[in-house]
Antibody
Framework: QVQLQEPGPGLVKPSETLSLTCSVSGGSISSSSYYWGWIRQPPGKGLDWIGSIYYSGSTYYNPSLRSRVTISVDTSKNQFSLRLNSVTAADTAVYYC????????????????WGQGTMVTVSS | DIQMTQSPSTLSASVGDRVIITCRVSQSINSWLAWYQQKPGKAPNLLIYKASSLESGVPSRFSGSGSGTEFTLTISSLQPDDFATYYCQFYNSYSWTFGQGTKVEIK
C-alpha cells in the first residue's frame, strides 16, 4: 500500500520560497509509471491543483501558478518536491501530495492516494 | 478555459435519503470526471473516477453518472458516515480542476 508523507507544519515569510518534500513509501517512484502531484486547500475553501510530475520528469503546472512553481523528483530518495516562489498570504493553505490514479499504464484523470496534508502559513 | 459549476453548495438531508449532487462544465470533457469525499481535517478520498467507475473499497451506495458536460453523484441511501463535503474534479489537457464543493449536512 502506497503511503505519502509531507513534512510538519511550516511558516514562510512573504516574498520568500515555500519548499515541501513528499516521501513515498510502499513503492518506488522510479520503477512505476505514475504521475505525482501537489494540491492545496486554503483554510475553509476548496481544492486547487498546483502541478504534477511524471516519474520520468515531465512536469505540468496550473496556469495560474506556473510562473512561480517548480516540481521535481528525486528517485534516489523516493521523494518529490514542490517549490513556490514569491509567496503571499494568499498561498496560506494545507498542501497535499498526491498520486495520480493509473490503470493499464493510462492516467485516469483522478488522484487515488493522498498525504495527510501539511499546513503552511505565510506570515511575517 | 473550461468552467465548472457544482451544485448545490450546501445540502441538508436525513439518514436514508437519496442525495444527488451535480457538476456541469462549459465544454465536453467526455467522461474525465471524478468525485471525492472530504471530512474535516482529513485528506479527500476518491469515490468515483471516469464519471461512473467506483473506486475500490467505496460502498456501492455511491454512484456516478453522466458524460460530456453534465455529471451527477448519487448517494442512494445516506448513512451517518456520509455527512461530509463532496468535490467533483475534471481532467482536460494535462490540467486537473476541482469544483467548489457541496457540504452535506444533517437535516
Amino acid at each position: 500500500q502506497v503511503q505519502l508523507q509531507e513534512p510538519g507544519p511550516g511558516l514562510v515569510k512573504p516574498s520568500e520560497t515555500l519548499s515541501l518534500t513528499c516521501s513515498v513509501s510502499g513503492g518506488s517512484i522510479s520503477s512505476s509509471s505514475y504521475y505525482w502531484g501537489w494540491i492545496r486547500q486554503p483554510p475553509g475553501k476548496g481544492l486547487d491543483w498546483i502541478g504534477s510530475i511524471y516519474y520520468s520528469g515531465s512536469t505540468y503546472y496550473n496556469p495560474s501558478l506556473r510562473s512561480r512553481v517548480t516540481i521535481s523528483v528525486d528517485t534516489s530518495k523516493n521523494q518529490f518536491s514542490l517549490r513556490l516562489n514569491s509567496v503571499t498570504a494568499a498561498d496560506t493553505a494545507v498542501y497535499y501530495c498526491v498520486r495520480h490514479l493509473m490503470i493499464g499504464g493510462n492516467e485516469m484523470g483522478a488522484f487515488d492516494f493522498w498525504g495527510q496534508g501539511t499546513m503552511v502559513t505565510v506570515s511575517s | 478555459d473550461i468552467q465548472m459549476t457544482q451544485s448545490p453548495s450546501t445540502l441538508s438531508a436525513s439518514v436514508g435519503d437519496r442525495v444527488i449532487i451535480t457538476c456541469r462544465v462549459s465544454q465536453s470533457i467526455n467522461s474525465w470526471l471524478a468525485w471525492y469525499q472530504q471530512k474535516p481535517g482529513k485528506a479527500p478520498n476518491l469515490l468515483i473516477y471516469k464519471a461512473s467507475s467506483l473506486e475500490s473499497g467505496v460502498p456501492s451506495r455511491f454512484s456516478g453518472s453522466g458524460s460530456g458536460t453534465e455529471f451527477t453523484l448519487t448517494i442512494s441511501s445516506l448513512q451517518p458516515d456520509d455527512f461530509a463535503t463532496y468535490y467533483c474534479q475534471f481532467y482536460n489537457s494535462y490540467s486537473w480542476t476541482f469544483g467548489q464543493g457541496t457540504k452535506v449536512e444533517i437535516k
